[in-house]
């Protein structure tokens, strides 16, 4: 079992930035297949970062990083537009099983 916990999220005005943490406990030995997915309201959950991989609309504001020491991986976010506005979770597939934190909400106004 893999259990993955996201914090970090909360209100943040246009231009604000976030940094999101998820925090792998388990049988989980390796964390660079952890990616951060994000689900807007009425919108399907989509990919937003992941190893060598940045989705087109947060390339050069969304910054994914590893400490292997803390099993944690973080997304910086910068520059955040309300179009940002979601759920955001971070996943990883091991063992053909899929692990899926609760989600920490971010939202972007003013």
């Known amino acids: 079992q893999v259990q993955l916990v996201e914090s970090g999220g909360g209100l943040v005005q246009p231009g604000g930035s976030l940094r999101l943490s998820c925090v792998a406990s388990?049988?989980?030995?390796?964390?660079?297949?952890i990616n951060w997915y994000r689900q807007a309201p009425g919108k399907q959950r989509e990919l937003v970062a992941g190893?060598?991989y940045y989705a087109d609309n947060v390339k050069g504001r969304f910054t994914i990083s590893r400490d292997n020491g803390k099993n944690t991986v973080y997304l910086q976010m910068n520059s955040l537009k309300p179009e940002d506005t979601a759920v955001y979770y971070c996943?990883?597939?091991?063992?053909?099983?899929?692990?899926w934190g609760k989600g920490t909400l971010v939202t972007v106004a003013s």
């Open positions: 996943y990883v597939r091991l063992q053909a099983m899929d692990y």
């Open positions: 388990g049988s989980i030995f390796n964390i660079f297949g």
């Open positions: 190893l060598s």
